[in-house]
């Protein structure tokens, strides 16, 4: 059996039940749940802490598991990652009371405050700044305003909450982060059940990513047209029963669907249509 680590709390946890639900995993239907076996499948679920996954998976203990980068690159563990999954997507900045500091070299003698110690104090390693650092558990935005450290290092997706504490954003991103599915160094990637599970999941990305696009258009704009609507391999043509038109079926990004349908009416395609792709396997 596959073992997964999946994230049982946290911004990570339900869009990643969510996402395994789609690629026709069995999820647990109580949050209480810890262990869930998939017997169709062949997978076992362990529902853990975010922050734990990379150790797990690390260690060899589960084969595989979903974390944020921040995470996995905060906790040192022996794992990689192999997939990107598109959500949870953050940057880790350094902020700080407007007037303190510009910029990481700016730091030196002062104390940074953080969640994510590792990834800082590498970062300050790599600029060769001799500052301090706290580590915190969470809202460590408070640490500035009861003088605990001049500068924090966190998770930014809006920036909402520290301009709400009066804090400004500083220095270059640290790291840009979304979740991912990591690997132990000892897991094999060429194994069918883990290749299995990285298509049934990039299938789904495509799923979400893409939509189907029908159209029926004169033979002699066909070439113009499926410039427009390559689609990932080669757009299907089919004759209609009027031979001097085809129908052309093609999968589009569905960022880009309306566009591409406008174009596609000016070139004199008609019926244009765009349906949800449900599941798939590139
Ligand atoms: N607004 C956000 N707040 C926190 N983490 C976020 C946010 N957006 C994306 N993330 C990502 O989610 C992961 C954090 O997972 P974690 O379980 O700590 O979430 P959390 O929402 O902070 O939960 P907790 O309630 O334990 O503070 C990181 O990879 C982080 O980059
Ligand atoms: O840029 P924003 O959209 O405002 O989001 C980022 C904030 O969200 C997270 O806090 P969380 O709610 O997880 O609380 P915590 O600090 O206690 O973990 C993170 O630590 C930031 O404080
Ligand atoms: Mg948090």
């Given at each position: 059996m596959l073992r997964i680590a999946v994230p049982n709390?946290?911004?990570?946890?339900e869009p990643a039940s969510a996402m395994l639900h789609e690629a026709g995993y069995q999820q647990r239907?109580?949050?209480?749940?810890?262990v869930l076996v998939d017997a169709a499948n062949e997978v076992e679920f362990f529902f853990l802490r975010p922050r734990d996954i990379a150790v797990y998976v690390g260690s060899g203990k589960l084969d595989i598991g979903i974390t944020g980068r921040d995470l996995l690159l905060d906790s040192g563990a022996e794992a990689d990652e192999?997939?990107?999954?598109?959500?949870a997507g953050s940057t880790f900045r350094y902020a700080t009371r407007p007037?303190?500091?510009?910029?990481?070299?700016?730091?030196?003698?002062m104390t940074v405050a953080t969640s994510f110690p590792g990834l800082v104090r590498a970062h300050l390693v790599e600029h060769a700044v001799d500052a301090s650092v706290v580590r915190l558990?969470?809202?460590?935005?408070?640490a500035i305003q009861l003088g605990v450290a001049e500068i924090i290092a966190d998770v930014v997706e809006t920036g909402t909450t520290l301009r709400n504490a009066g804090l400004e954003i500083i220095s270059d991103p640290i790291l840009l982060s979304e979740a991912v599915v990591i690997r132990g160094?000892?897991?094999?990637?060429?194994?069918p059940k883990v290749k299995q599970f990285l298509r049934r999941m990039h299938g789904v990305l495509v799923a979400r990513r893409y939509v189907m696009m029908d159209y029926d258009i004169r033979a002699e704009h066909v070439e113009q047209a499926v410039r427009l609507t390559p689609g990932l391999e080669s757009p299907t043509v089919s004759p209609l029963h009027d031979k001097g038109w085809v129908a052309v079926r093609s999968m589009v990004p569905s960022s880009e669907a309306q566009r591409i349908m406008d174009d596609l009416y000016d070139l004199g395609a008609r019926a244009i249509l765009t349906t949800n792709i449900h599941a798939c396997r590139i």
């Amino acid at each position: 059996m596959l073992r997964i680590a999946v994230p049982n709390k946290g911004s990570l946890s339900e869009p990643a039940s969510a996402m395994l639900h789609e690629a026709g995993y069995q999820q647990r239907k109580d949050r209480r749940e810890l262990v869930l076996v998939d017997a169709a499948n062949e997978v076992e679920f362990f529902f853990l802490r975010p922050r734990d996954i990379a150790v797990y998976v690390g260690s060899g203990k589960l084969d595989i598991g979903i974390t944020g980068r921040d995470l996995l690159l905060d906790s040192g563990a022996e794992a990689d990652e192999i997939l990107q999954l598109g959500f949870a997507g953050s940057t880790f900045r350094y902020a700080t009371r407007p007037g303190t500091a510009q910029h990481v070299t700016d730091f030196g003698g002062m104390t940074v405050a953080t969640s994510f110690p590792g990834l800082v104090r590498a970062h300050l390693v790599e600029h060769a700044v001799d500052a301090s650092v706290v580590r915190l558990d969470g809202a460590v935005e408070t640490a500035i305003q009861l003088g605990v450290a001049e500068i924090i290092a966190d998770v930014v997706e809006t920036g909402t909450t520290l301009r709400n504490a009066g804090l400004e954003i500083i220095s270059d991103p640290i790291l840009l982060s979304e979740a991912v599915v990591i690997r132990g160094r000892g897991t094999d990637v060429e194994a069918p059940k883990v290749k299995q599970f990285l298509r049934r999941m990039h299938g789904v990305l495509v799923a979400r990513r893409y939509v189907m696009m029908d159209y029926d258009i004169r033979a002699e704009h066909v070439e113009q047209a499926v410039r427009l609507t390559p689609g990932l391999e080669s757009p299907t043509v089919s004759p209609l029963h009027d031979k001097g038109w085809v129908a052309v079926r093609s999968m589009v990004p569905s960022s880009e669907a309306q566009r591409i349908m406008d174009d596609l009416y000016d070139l004199g395609a008609r019926a244009i249509l765009t349906t949800n792709i449900h599941a798939c396997r590139i």
